[in-house]
């Protein structure tokens, strides 16, 4: 970090800049509020010399506070409240001579007129600081007032209408109720509809049937498997260690625990304490034990090679990033060679927050880890899953009662032959156990703040567990009974307490990142778009009242993932139109204002989930080891340290949901990575929706969604009345649950006698078409009709209506 | 040239006039007639395609010297004392123990805890061409361009092992989710085609036990995935599901794309999703790449006498075939290409693995040089060859002699693309470990490799996760002029 110019930025012309754009920034005619208008502009333009680096820091200044902002200079101060011609700040920033200029030209950094004038118009009213938005805690702020007391059905929609009305914009008109369902069964279970769901909805005249509707899909076990990619993506789940050789590691019954969690309604807290530290609660089970994975889930490296102190400090490093973005939206993972730029994170707090780890049992795959397939990664445990330790009771019992039954009397063959079915079944599943790997706390290894992150720099303090000190309105250490010398070390167990507790630690801000991205399963964005970067630089959220009254009802309601799901969706701003008239394309492209609901692509699991639900092939079966879907041959090839070959599976496993399937770091599948899923080397806290040709030929031609078009053919053949309108009738609801129009029905019945033809011509083609794939053709059928019907269902599959959440 | 390539495989005059001719030669109905109907469409004044990847307003900075560039990545780590960095005084030591003095609080990879020796070069070496460049008898043909490349002995990396040391390389970083430097060149610049990718990777068979190579190397990172890498594949498809399925004619695959877009298109008209006509966009150029890419990668088409200079055999994957490829995809307007090869991980018998890998890259590095040359290409495309890093001056012995990894000085070099060949730049001290006359840190090759592209490495930055995000990194980086002409 030699010269200030080293670090430049080229804020316009780059991506746009999070930060606040209008109309997400102020109401018309709101006053001006040092977090949304000055603080970004001030953390963009300045912080970087004049913040909280304080090796970093230029002529002593800071301006991140109040206090150093206004201090006497020698006969001048950076900033003068209410005397804009008194405060330096204003004349560096509007100097014409590039010495005197601030920022200095050589940054690339700008200040705007307007943001110029704001910064004046700031100091003229007083130059008011306040604490950052997000280390502030959440409060409850009044439910304003409304112009239009009939739209509302609760306080979600007050916050929202209110501004809207400053704005002079309408929220958009209810959906149709068919759109409704389908975004509903997408947003809380990731799977399309089917006809008879949309039939039962649509006759529901109950004046509570949405609640319902909602209820049953919180209830349904696709829930716990939807909500399970949202948590995988942040906690970077993967089915290989993402180092070098890429081995399969040991893990697919965290993936259960994390479904199982959401569909029990675990509360959330105790869901961050069993992972975080699972190990270490009193009476730990298995379960717990399990969840402990956490810990484990990131990349690891045996290569021929490696150094132990280096990768331990990698992976010390690799944790203190995931943690602090998963649990607090924070970029702690800065602080690692320096103080952190912007945020008041420390390299201490770094440090201190690695250390909570240092004791988790890690370092013997240095010398175990195999060039095998799964390599080891001790300490493992052999488990069941919580569902397969329930379906074990059950058989259990039904064995005792039988048992019992037969010893009473002469039993019957029948009892006989049940008994021992039972007996089999018991003793093939208890044997199914799946190998795990979890946390187990060893004496901690010492842990030395390393100066610009060299780990082989050993002059650095000797560094001790404790809470970060950045959330400065949240107690940290002092509060959970500060330690002194004497004290315990802290341990993660103190770590996932401070993380979860509402009134001793950072609770509320935890709640709130939650409520923030919950908040976006439901609109497409966050309230503040930044998911994962609640910090200086992050966006300032465009309702904070909102966002507040989300996260205290997350703490007030048990931490029940659930509820505020179910508030969210049942919300009347949930239920608009996502149609977006032109003028609101204008005012507001980013739909910031929610005067309409999103639309946008299915996400890739969602996508190959749909096609196999609409085709028939879905498999439903939850939880177990991840199962390969088909795949390019040779796509493994540049992996090595063992050679792979991939063999897709030929049984039932092929058509499971797309949450199972082998995540390969390094070579995520080409369907998933096509269309934005990642590839979970790192925390994902959004992932990007693209529009690629790439995508595209994976939606044409991947064997899964021909398999699927051809058995979805197959179906529309086989359940439909044989004649075109019925078919393509029947095929429509299946596709996008509505009827085709008369213009539909034509393209398609021409795209249909097309192919007829075409096949009638060349039968052998048909029967090739009908080869792909592993599931078996219908008998009785056409193979001619079949393969015809296979394109009208392949441009089904592929219709924008089909893969977009409307 | 120097005269010394053998004069019947240059290319001819014919070739020149393609190559001039360069946009329709690119071959068949497929490419030419798009691009075509594209810059037609363009010239009419029509609306761009909302997939075209343009670059950055105001981009690039300056005039640039080079449009593109191929980075021909050696894979596992060359030697540089086998290849450009010659050094007696490490031969006069062989066998002796390795002066503590240079490696004490080192960080060393597989010869951890051991008793270190030095290990002279296993190879001689020659000065070549007018230059006098200094370049071992394992690459005779490289040698040949000497005066044409510079080479730079004094690199410096910071990741020893292999994967971190790769993500390094390509993103200036060893953290995941980093965009690499194909990524950052394509959104800069944008690409001069709107028929293939921008950034183009390829992967060679043959060498040693080859390298895992991660797709995290041509990540996109935080960029927008459409300025990802995408690799062609040298067995199958070129590109995964290029290939229409099984029993589906090409005008079968047509009609179903025209439904589809009639289909979306009465829906945009009644929802009006701008996303739908970016959608109908990515079909149509789906649609057209099933036909111009395998075109495009069938080098059979190449006359006798290309495929004789670079020694390539149609569809056998090898290195050669890759340069072979490069040039043609470069020819198209492709910004980005990297080449791998994946055999240079030395530990034990690098005599010989040194002349297997050599043998199978030594001439096709020679053969697209020349090539690009006499299509007036090289002029404007930026070549680099290198490794991830280098090897120890000090032996192992896994099987016969070897080396192990080695990061504190190694040898790259460059060339076309407004580089000075001829030149040397930087130099390690006497046994060839540390990089003590003008070190080049990869910062330093990023920031020179954008220059040369007309973008100033500091003023190039994205915001992610709060911060402004460089190739360059936050630590100081240098443009080498030195090296420039």
């Given amino acids: 970090m030699k010269a200030q110019a080293a670090f430049i930025a080229l804020t316009a012309a780059a991506l746009a800049a999070p930060g606040i754009t209008p109309p997400a920034g102020a109401a018309p005619g709101a006053k001006i509020d040092f977090n949304r208008d000055i603080r970004p502009v001030l953390s963009r333009n300045c912080f970087f010399c004049h913040g909280p680096d304080e090796a970093q820091r230029k002529a002593g200044l800071r301006l991140d506070q109040a206090a150093s902002a206004r201090a006497d200079l020698g006969g001048y101060r950076a900033i003068t409240p209410g005397e804009p011609q008194e405060s330096e700040i204003l004349s560096r920033i509007t100097a014409h001579d590039p010495e005197e200029r601030m920022p200095p030209p050589e940054s690339g950094k700008e200040l705007t007129p307007q943001e110029i004038a704001r910064i004046r118009d700031w100091i003229q009213d007083g130059a008011a600081y306040a604490q950052h938005w997000a280390y502030t805690p959440p409060h409850k702020h009044p439910v304003p007032a409304v112009g239009d007391p009939g739209w509302p059905r609760g306080w979600i929609d007050r916050f929202l209408l209110a501004r809207l009305d400053a704005e002079t914009l309408s929220p958009s008109p209810q959906a149709d109720p068919v759109t409704l369902v389908r975004r509903l069964y997408f947003d809380l279970t990731g799977l399309p509809p089917s006809p008879q769901e949309i039939e039962d909805f649509l006759g529901d005249a109950r004046p509570d049937a949405w609640e319902r509707l909602a209820d049953r899909l919180l209830a349904s076990p696709a829930f716990g498997e939807h909500l399970a990619v949202f948590w995988l993506d942040l906690v970077r789940f993967a089915d290989t260690v993402g180092y070098h050789g890429d081995q399969d590691h040991n893990i697919s019954p965290y993936r259960d625990y994390v479904i199982e969690a959401f569909n029990s309604g675990m509360p959330f807290d105790r869901f961050t304490r069993e992972q975080l530290a699972g190990d270490l609660l009193p009476g730990a089970g298995l379960d717990q034990k399990i969840a402990s994975g956490y810990n484990r889930l990131l990349q690891t490296s045996h290569e021929g090679g490696v150094q132990p102190k280096e990768y331990l400090a990698i992976y010390a490093a690799d944790r203190v990033r995931n943690v602090s973005q998963v649990w ?146 949240a107690p940290s250490a002092s509060a959970l009974d500060a330690p002194d010398s004497s004290a315990p070390r802290l341990t993660r167990l103190d770590l996932a307490e401070w993380i979860t507790l509402p009134e001793k630690g950072a609770g509320l801000f935890t709640a709130r990142v939650f409520a923030n991205r919950f908040w976006n399963l439901g609109f497409g964005n966050g309230l503040s778009k930044t998911l994962d970067d609640f910090g200086g630089q992050g966006e300032a959220p465009v309702h904070p009242g909102l966002l507040d009254r989300l996260a205290l009802e997350f703490v007030e309601c048990g931490w029940d993932t659930k509820h505020l799901l179910r508030l969210i969706v049942t919300s009347q701003a949930y239920r608009q139109s996502s149609l977006e008239p032109s003028s609101l394309r204008t005012r507001d492209p980013e739909n910031r204002l929610y005067a309409r609901q999103s639309r946008y692509r299915l996400p890739a699991e969602a996508l190959r989930d749909n096609a196999l639900a609409v085709s028939g092939l879905l498999r439903r079966e939850i939880g177990g080891a991840s199962v390969k879907p088909y795949q390019p041959a040779g796509y493994y090839r540049h992996l090595n340290f063992p050679e792979r070959e991939y063999r897709h599976h030929a049984d039932l496993r092929q058509w499971r949901r797309g949450l199972y399937a082998h995540w390969q770091r390094q070579f995520l599948h080409p369907m998933l990575k096509a269309f934005d899923a990642p590839s979970r080397e790192e925390c994902a806290a959004q992932r990007p929706r693209s529009n690629t040709p790439t995508a595209a030929m994976v939606l044409l031609n991947d064997p899964t969604f021909v398999e699927a078009s051809r058995c979805f053919a197959e179906r529309v053949l086989r359940e439909a009345p044989s004649h075109f309108g019925a078919r393509i009738e029947f095929a429509f609801r299946l596709a996008v649950s509505r009827s085709p129009d008369p213009a539909e029905a034509k393209t398609l019945r021409e795209l249909l006698e097309f192919h007829l033809q075409g096949y009638r011509d060349a039968p052998e083609e048909a029967e090739a078409l009908l080869q792909v794939g592993s599931a078996p053709p219908r008998p009785g059928l056409s193979a001619i009709e079949v393969a015809a019907w296979t394109s009208v269902a392949r441009a089904l599959l592929n219709l924008s209506e089909t893969v977009t959440r409307n | ?97 390795m002066p503590e003095s240079y490696t004490r609080g080192q960080p060393i990879a597989q010869l951890q805890g051991q008793e270190l020796h030095c290990q002279g070069p296993m190879t001689q070496f020659r000065r070549h061409g007018a230059s006098g460049q200094w370049i071992s008898d394992f690459l005779p043909w490289q040698a040949r361009l000497a005066d044409q490349i510079c080479v730079v002995r004094s690199m410096v990396t910071e990741q020893i092992n292999h994967d971190p040391a790769h993500t390094f390389m390509n993103t200036g970083s060893a953290i995941s989710g980093r965009p690499s430097m194909g990524s950052w060149v394509t959104y800069g610049l944008g690409a001069e085609t709107d028929e293939l990718p921008a950034f183009v990777v390829l992967t060679s068979t043959g060498g040693r036990d080859p390298q895992p190579i991660a797709s995290r190397q041509w990540s996109a990172g935080f960029l927008p995935s459409r300025f990802q890498g995408v690799e062609f594949h040298s067995a199958g498809d070129p590109i995964h599901y290029l290939r229409n399925p099984a029993g589906i004619s090409a005008a079968q695959q047509r009609a179903v794309v025209d439904a589809l877009h009639q289909l979306d298109r009465r829906r945009h008209a009644a929802i009006a999703n701008p996303e739908i006509e970016t959608r ?206």
């Fill in chain 1, 328 to 473: 607090l939206a924070a970029t702690a993972g800065c602080a690692q060679c320096h103080d952190h730029k912007y945020d008041p994170i420390s390299s201490r707090d770094f440090y201190a927050l690695a250390a909570f780890f240092a004791d988790i049992d890690e370092a013997r795959h240095f010398s175990e880890g195999s060039n095998e397939l799964p390599t080891a990664r001790p300490p493992e445990l052999d488990v069941l899953s919580a569902r397969d330790r329930r379906i074990l009771e059950q058989l259990d019992l039904e064995i005792a009662r039988l048992s019992l039954t037969e010893s009473e009397s002469n039993s019957t063959g029948p009892d006989r032959d049940r008994l021992r079915r039972l007996e089999a079944r018991r003793a093939a599943l208890a044997a199914s156990t799946r190998r795990t790997m979890v946390s187990v706390s060893t004496s901690p290894r010492p842990v030395r703040l390393l100066p610009r992150g060299d780990w082989l720099d050993e002059s650095g303090a000797l560094i001790e567990p404790a809470l970060p000190s950045f959330l400065d309105a």
């Fill in chain 2, 1 to 97: 040239m120097n005269g010394l390539a053998p004069r019947a495989v240059v290319p001819s005059e014919p070739v020149l006039r393609l190559q001039r001719r360069a946009f329709l030669a690119c071959g068949g109905a497929g490419i030419g007639f798009a691009a075509l109907q594209t810059l037609l469409a363009r010239a009419s004044g029509a609306e761009p395609s909302p997939l075209e990847v343009r670059g950055r307003p105001g981009f690039p900075q300056h005039a640039p010297r080079a449009r593109r560039v191929i980075f021909l990545c050696m894979a596992g780590g060359p030697s540089h004392l086998e290849t450009f960095d010659y050094k007696p005084e490490l031969a006069r030591l062989h066998g002796q123990p």
């Fill in chain 2, 280 to 485: 109908i966009a990515a079909y149509e150029m789906a649609y057209r790449m099933q036909t111009s890419v395998p075109e495009l990668t069938s080098i059979s088409r190449e006359p006798a006498s290309i495929l004789e200079l670079y020694g390539a055999q149609p569809g056998d994957g090898s290195y050669a075939s890759n340069c072979l490829l490069a040039r043609r995809l470069i020819e198209r307007g492709v910004r980005f290409v990297h080449l791998y090869h994946r055999g240079w991980d030395h530990h034990g018998d690098l005599k010989r693995y040194m002349g297997i890998c050599c043998g199978l890259t030594d001439r096709p590095t020679w053969a697209l040089l020349t090539d690009l040359q006499a299509r007036g290409l090289l002029d404007d495309t930026l070549v680099i060859w290198g490794g991830e890093f280098g090897r120890t001056p000090m032996f192992q012995g896994k099987g016969g002699p070897g080396r192990d990894h080695h990061i504190k000085g190694f040898s790259m070099w460059l060339a076309g693309g407004g580089i000075r060949g001829g030149t040397r730049y930087g130099a390690t001290d006497e046994l060839g470990y540390h990089a003590v006359e003008n070190p080049v840190h990869i910062r330093d090759l990023h920031a020179t490799m954008l220059h040369q592209l007309g973008i100033d490495h500091s003023r190039f930055s994205v915001p992610f996760q709060g911060l402004d995000m460089r190739l360059t990194g936050v630590e100081h980086a240098r443009v080498v002029r030195d090296i420039l002409a």
